[in-house]
């Protein structure tokens, strides 16, 4: 592991502990350009939030290199006349991991703090024993006495609501944290860009660093950054699961595990000359890696950029991640400066006007 500059520490931990919930990733991405503006040469934000660097613009061939910005997160749906909060999902959240954790719900006046309350075990009795949480029945006490007050504290349908939880570190090996789901994949990007400035590397193309807003509700901001850029090739980061905790299954989900690697994913999507440079880069800088399949869609922002305009040339490494969509996310530091050195290494072999047809 090579130890990161007091600088991209900082910007590491900032960047992890702030709230940018899908649709409302402003503040991080305000975060993330400020970190990335001394490695580009322009930086720009698109309409619905996508934020994004230029390295040596104005070339014919461009490529990118991307990740998304937004974590999952919950939106305020119903309020009681008792005063409490039913809520619906912003992305992917779990209802399971949800009862008694703190939460912030976001206000025109500022955080309002809560609780996800869930009643005691003592009461759960009879046919009530076996009482799990479900999206239904999961609700937030902002300790208030009924609706009139709730309303008085700004908070109203549609606040969006996040975990407090911090980012930090757990036997010096593993980083944990609420939103490494994709927060660590736009830390890996914009270590790429520092490492170009730092070092003096000339491309022979221009270089887009993105990062991408809505990933976790469709690909929606990947979808229109696709548009906008219309790039030739695109290497996407995100996450993958480490398979090898307790209750997955290696043989269904993939052989994954957190510390041996960068995952490279085999799909449809996934363009395979491109891929194969990336594998010829590793094996050449003994960087490892990992290999895995999808059957159909990747899932990632690999989609959205390889299926748009006429198509292209698109892949996708991954951080092996341990309890995605949970608050305690873990990912390897080592498999973290891998994916960041495997990327920084692979931009250097793409050519000007490299093709990657197959024939």
């Not at 076996?130 to 709730?150: M, R, T, Y």
Request: charged share 25%; hydrophobic share 35%.
């Amino acid at each position: 592991m090579s130890k990161l500059n007091k600088k991209s520490e900082e910007f590491l931990y900032a960047y992890h502990n702030n709230a940018s919930p899908t649709g409302f990733e402003s503040p991080g991405q305000k975060l993330w350009i400020e970190h990335i503006k001394p490695y580009v040469d322009e930086c720009h934000l698109d309409t619905y939030g996508t934020a994004y660097g230029v390295i040596n613009p104005g070339k014919d061939y461009k490529v990118v290199i991307e990740a998304h910005a937004d974590e999952i997160a919950w939106y305020v749906n119903h309020i009681s006349d008792t005063g409490f909060i039913n809520v619906i999902r912003n992305g992917g959240s779990d209802h399971v991991i949800a009862t008694s954790k703190k939460v912030n719900i976001h206000t025109d006046k500022g955080i309002v703090e809560g609780v996800f309350g869930w009643p005691a075990i003592h009461t759960r009795k009879g046919k009530d024993a076996q009482l799990s949480p479900k999206l239904e029945n999961i609700f937030v006490d902002v300790g208030a006495k009924d609706k009139e007050e709730v309303l008085a504290m700004g908070i109203h349908v549609g606040c969006v609501i996040t975990y407090p939880d911090k980012f930090g570190i757990l036997n010096d090996r593993y980083y944990v944290g609420r939103a490494l789901d994709n927060r660590m994949g736009g830390f890996c990007i914009a270590e790429v860009a520092r490492l170009l400035k730092e070092n003096g590397d000339k491309l022979p193309y221009t270089l887009y660093v993105v990062n991408a807003v809505q990933e976790e509700i469709g690909l929606r901001g990947a979808e229109m950054i696709a548009n906008h850029i219309k790039p030739d090739v695109a290497i996407v980061t995100d996450v993958t699961h480490d398979t090898n905790t307790p209750l997955l299954n290696p043989k269904k989900l993939g052989d994954t595990k957190a510390g041996e690697g960068p995952s490279l994913t085999y799909a449809p999507a996934v363009q395979n000359n491109l891929l194969k440079l990336i594998i010829d880069t590793a094996e050449k800088n003994e960087i490892p890696f990992q290999r895995a399949a999808s059957s159909r869609s990747t899932g990632t922002d690999t989609d959205a950029f390889a299926y748009s305009g006429s198509g292209v040339a698109s892949a996708l490494i991954s951080i092996p991640l341990r309890y995605m969509h949970t608050t305690v996310e873990m990912a390897h530091k080592d498999d973290v400066d891998n994916v960041t050195k495997l990327i920084y290494e692979t931009l250097k072999c793409i050519e000007k006007n490299h093709n990657f047809k197959y024939f």
